[in-house]
C-alpha cells in the first residue's frame, strides 16, 4: 500500500487533463498489472479545471447585476445553482476540452457487486483554501449563493445595489481568470493518493479471495476534482452495475475519520444502502453530512446507487485542503492505516449482513 502511494506522490501533481494525470493512470495500469490484474485505462473529455466554468457564471451575474439586465443575471444564477447541484447543464461540455481517463478492474463472480473507488487526480489551489481562511470555506460559500440569488432582483431594480454586486462578481471573474493563469497544482498527497492506496490495497486483498456470492470491482476516477466527471462517466458508459454497493475512499491521511451520510453544497443527497447501516458504531468514525464540497460519490447517489463515503478530517477540513502543503510529510501514514483497518471491518459487516 504505501509503495503505491510512494510512486503516485513521487509526481509533483496529477492535475486533471495534463500530461502528469496521465503518466499517473498509466502508474497504476502497471500496478494493478504486476498485481495479476487486466485493467482498463477509460478516456473520456473534461473540464482541466473548475475555473472556467465559475468565470462564466460569475461573468453573467456580474455584467446583468451591472448592465440592470434581470434575464442575464438570473441566467447566472441558475447557471450556479445547477453547477454546484451538481446538475446536467447544457454548455459544459464547451468546458470539457482536456482527456482524462478512469482506471478499472475487476474480480470475482457473484450477483451481488461492490465497488471500491478513489480519485486519484489533483486540483489547482486557490486563495480560498488558504489555511487561515479555510475553516470559513462553508460560510464563504453560503455569502456567495446568497448574492448570486440576489443578483436577478438587483438587476431588475437597479441602482447602487446593481453596480455594487456587479462590480463583486466581475472582481471574481478576474480572480478566477488570474487563478487560472498562475495558481499551481498541489501535490495531493493526502487528497487523493491517500484514498487510492486504501482502496487499491483492500481491491488487491479482496481479489486474493473474493467473498462468496460477490464480484469486486475498483473504480480509480479521474476528473473528480472538476465535477466528478470521473464518477458520471462511470454511469454514463454501463460500467456500474445499477445495484452495486460503492465505497468511497477520500482524503484519509490525517485527522478523525468519518462516515458520510450524504452530501451537498446547496441540496443534500442523502446516502442509503447496506454499507451505511454498517457504518454504525464503527469503531473509531463518526457520521458526517458533508457540505464542503463533492465527492464522486454524490452523482452515484443521486442515481440511487448504495454509497458510502470515509474521509479524515482536521479542524472541521480535509487537512491541507487544495493548498501547497498538501505534500508527504504532512501525511499520517498511521492514520491511513487505521482508515485501511476500519474500512475492511466495515465490509466484513457487509459482507456477513449478505450472507
Not at 85 to 98: K, V
Not at 151 to 174: I, S
Not at 280 to 303: K, Q, S, T, V
Request: glycine letters at 10%; one cysteine or more; aromatic letters at 12%.
Amino acid at each position: 500500500m504505501r509503495e503505491l502511494w510512494e510512486e503516485l506522490v513521487s509526481l509533483p501533481h496529477r492535475g486533471t487533463g495534463s500530461p502528469r494525470e496521465r503518466e499517473a493512470a498509466g502508474l497504476l495500469a502497471a500496478r494493478l498489472r504486476r498485481l495479476g490484474f487486466a485493467p482498463e485505462v477509460r478516456p473520456f473529455a473534461a473540464p482541466a479545471s473548475w475555473g472556467p466554468e465559475l468565470l462564466f457564471i460569475s461573468l453573467l451575474l456580474g455584467l446583468g447585476a451591472l448592465l440592470a439586465c434581470w434575464r442575464l443575471a438570473a441566467f447566472g444564477a441558475l447557471a450556479f445553482w445547477a453547477y454546484f447541484d451538481g446538475y446536467p447543464r447544457p454548455w459544459e461540455r464547451l468546458f470539457a476540452r482536456a482527456r482524462s481517463q478512469n482506471v478499472l478492474a475487476g474480480a470475482g463472480e457473484g450477483g451481488r457487486t461492490l465497488v471500491l473507488m478513489a480519485h486519484y487526480d489533483t486540483a489547482k489551489t486557490y486563495f480560498a483554501y488558504h489555511p487561515r481562511r479555510v475553516r470559513g470555506f462553508r460560510a464563504n460559500f453560503l455569502l456567495n449563493a446568497l448574492l448570486a440569488f440576489l443578483a436577478p432582483l438587483a438587476a431588475w431594480r437597479g441602482g447602487w445595489a446593481g453596480g455594487a454586486l456587479g462590480a463583486y462578481f466581475l472582481l471574481q471573474a478576474a480572480l478566477l481568470a488570474w487563478r487560472e493563469l498562475t495558481a499551481p497544482y498541489v501535490n495531493g498527497a493526502n487528497d487523493n493518493a491517500s484514498g487510492v492506496a486504501v482502496a487499491v490495497d483492500l481491491f488487491r486483498e479482496l481479489a486474493a479471495a473474493p467473498p462468496a456470492g460477490w464480484r469486486v470491482l475498483l473504480a480509480l476516477t479521474g476528473a473528480e476534482e472538476t465535477g466528478a466527471c470521473g464518477a458520471r462517466e462511470l454511469l454514463r458508459s454501463g460500467w456500474l452495475p445499477a445495484d452495486a454497493v460503492v465505497l468511497n475512499v477520500d482524503n484519509v491521511g490525517r485527522g478523525r475519520l468519518f462516515y458520510v451520510t450524504g452530501e451537498g453544497m446547496l441540496g443534500f443527497t442523502r446516502y442509503r444502502g447496506r454499507l451505511l447501516l454498517a457504518a454504525r458504531n464503527l469503531p473509531g468514525a463518526a457520521p458526517l453530512a458533508y457540505r464542503l464540497a463533492y465527492f464522486d460519490a454524490g452523482p452515484l447517489a443521486r442515481r440511487g446507487l448504495e454509497t458510502l463515503t470515509l474521509i479524515t478530517l482536521q479542524d472541521g477540513v480535509p487537512a491541507n485542503w487544495h493548498w501547497p502543503s498538501d505534500t508527504p510529510e504532512n501525511v499520517d501514514w498511521r492514520t491511513v492505516e487505521e482508515v485501511r483497518e476500519r474500512a475492511r471491518l466495515l465490509l466484513e459487516r457487509l459482507f456477513a449482513e449478505g450472507s
